[in-house]
């Protein structure tokens, strides 16, 4: 992940142009940014974030619309079938664009076909956490409850197929463990669980739990990243608590329906750019746990193409499907 955050941001910087005269009368009228899980959890907060950036650059209202449901399937679904205008763009995440289409038979939307890769905005880390009353303090004592207790320990997620959710199976496929998962309409209400200690485990991104680590509502265990999260030093990787092959970074980025004008395209993603690489983003994304990930549309359509190739084995292996 490192080496490909590397060679987006140089992808980025050779993106980066004059934009094509067409695109100068665009936007004319407010955009609408479809974040498509609820309130209150990463995906949303990403979404706000660069809402309210776009909107200052841009010199129009960015209005976040929130479409929660089938793991961003229904926001995903929103969009495809909105008018390729640039007036209504997808906030598009691993979830959406390279999970749910491997679970779902009879999709509404079509990943490859209906969208419009812009550009990668951010990227965080997924983390294990743990709520306050569970017994284990490290990835070693939860792993011996886990076994010695198959399934008891409920897991929560964002939803079947959401990036929580997928991180759960690959843990359980590396570990030989089972924990009964407990899908929610989002991150923010399989958070609030995990506080109230309604379920045990959360295989969160980083910033749903940063702000409660501190205060002891949550424990992080382990980070899902290649290396440590400066937002959280001293708390290992998984692979240094034990579990290889398991490092699952969340990302960011922006789509629009497809056949929206490649002027079009083109202002969207420098702007989407610049803001990633602006200083003043880049320290407010570390704030929350995040990293920018600048990449352009080539990147996001190269990046969903990998990550699609590498879920079809764990999803083939924990025989998951949503319909």
Request: charged share 15%.
């Amino acid at each position: 992940m490192l080496k490909l955050i590397a060679a987006c941001a140089l992808g980025a910087g050779l993106a980066l142009g004059t934009a094509p005269a067409g695109a100068q009368s665009y936007p004319a009228k407010p955009i609408t940014l479809v974040v498509p899980f609820a309130p209150g959890g990463t995906v949303n907060l990403m979404g706000r974030l660069l809402a309210q950036r776009m909107s200052e650059v841009l010199g129009q209202p960015v209005i976040v619309e929130n479409k929660p449901g089938g793991g961003g399937s229904i926001g995903a679904s929103f969009v495809a079938k909105a008018a390729p205008d640039g007036y209504t763009v997808l906030l598009a995440t691993m979830g959406q664009q390279s999970i749910q289409p491997l679970l779902v038979k009879n999709a509404s939307y079509d990943a490859q076909k209906d969208f419009a890769p812009v550009a990668l905005f951010a990227t965080v880390p997924n983390v294990l956490a743990v709520s306050a009353d569970t017994p284990a303090r490290s990835v070693a004592e939860l792993l011996a409850y886990a076994k010695a207790n198959p399934g008891k320990l409920n897991m929560a997620s964002a939803g079947i197929g959401s990036v929580n959710h997928m991180t759960g199976e690959l843990f359980m496929y590396r570990t030989g463990t089972q924990l009964a998962h407990v899908p929610y309409r989002g991150a923010g209400p399989a958070t609030a669980d995990l506080l109230s200690g309604q379920v045990q485990v959360l295989f969160a991104n980083l910033p749903n739990v940063l702000s409660y680590i501190g205060p002891g509502k949550v424990r992080v265990l382990a980070v899902a990243s290649e290396k440590r999260s400066p937002a959280i030093p001293d708390v290992p990787t998984l692979a240094e608590a034990g579990v290889p092959n398991a490092v699952v970074e969340s990302w960011y980025g922006v789509m629009v329906p497809s056949g929206t004008p490649p002027e079009v395209v083109r202002k969207l993603q420098d702007t989407v750019l610049g803001i990633a690489r602006e200083k003043a983003m880049v320290a407010h994304l570390a704030e929350q746990g995040a990293l920018p990930f600048p990449g352009d549309s080539a990147d996001l359509a190269r990046l969903s193409n990998e990550e699609t190739t590498r879920w079809t084995e764990i999803i083939q292996r924990a025989h998951i499907q949503t319909n």
